[in-house]
């Protein structure tokens, strides 16, 4: 297991459109178990493996609370098969986008079609935080960020600053 250096806005690789899992075996599963280490560090609800540069539609979240029992869930090729009408606002944020949070709208409750880490194809109802994790995650694997689902005017800025703050990090490390 292995902590992994998360991928920070605006490096293009948070576009990409990952691939699918073609099949289940140790590599994927400790690509999981890295995925969790990683998103437990940080700390994190939910990690996709391209926030680790790894382009593969896997997706890992724990929803409990900090006094519950941990609650790891990996989500392998998961789909969202069924959305409700109702709408939710949430508060949002991103590991690949540091301390910047902003509501975001989107279906109250959401059924995810995926694989586990036994390579078992499962079906899940979720709403709450979970639902609001899981389309947050599964944009991941589509290229989309939280910021998409925002005013172009809240975007711009963001994606401004953190244009910046990597430019101000690029100087540093050439001088060393
Ligand atoms: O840790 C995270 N918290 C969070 C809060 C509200 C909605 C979505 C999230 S996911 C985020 C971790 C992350 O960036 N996953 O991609
Ligand atoms: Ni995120």
């Given at each position: 297991?292995?902590?992994?250096?998360?991928?920070i806005l605006p490096d293009p690789v948070l576009r990409q459109v990952s691939r699918p899992v073609e099949r289940v075996d140790d590599a994927v599963r400790a690509l999981a178990d890295d995925m969790l280490e990683t998103m437990y560090d940080?700390?994190?609800?939910?990690?996709?493996?391209?926030?680790?540069?790894?382009?593969?539609?896997?997706?890992?979240?724990?929803?409990?609370?900090k006094e519950e029992e941990p609650a790891p869930q990996v989500f392998i090729n998961p789909e969202i098969?069924?959305?409700?009408?109702?709408v939710n606002v949430h508060e949002e944020g991103c590991l690949s986008i540091?301390?910047?949070?902003?509501?975001?709208?989107?279906?109250?409750?959401?059924?995810v079609r995926?694989?586990?880490r036994a390579g078992e194809s499962r079906e899940l109802v979720a709403d709450g935080l979970l639902a609001t994790a899981l389309?947050?995650?599964?944009?991941?694997?589509?290229?989309?960020?939280?910021?998409d689902h925002i005013s172009?005017?809240?975007?711009d800025m963001v994606v401004r600053r953190f244009r910046?703050?990597?430019?101000?990090?690029?100087?540093?490390?050439l001088v060393g």
């Open positions: 297991m292995a902590i992994r250096p998360l991928v940080a700390p994190g609800i939910g990690l996709a493996a391209i926030q680790i540069g790894e382009p593969l539609r896997m997706l890992v979240i724990d929803v409990a609370g098969v069924a959305s409700s009408d109702a540091p301390d910047y949070y902003a509501d975001v709208e989107r279906p109250a409750g959401v059924t995926y694989v586990d389309q947050h995650e599964i944009d991941h694997l589509n290229g989309v960020l939280f910021i172009k005017l809240k975007r910046k703050l990597a430019r101000d990090r690029q100087p540093a490390r």
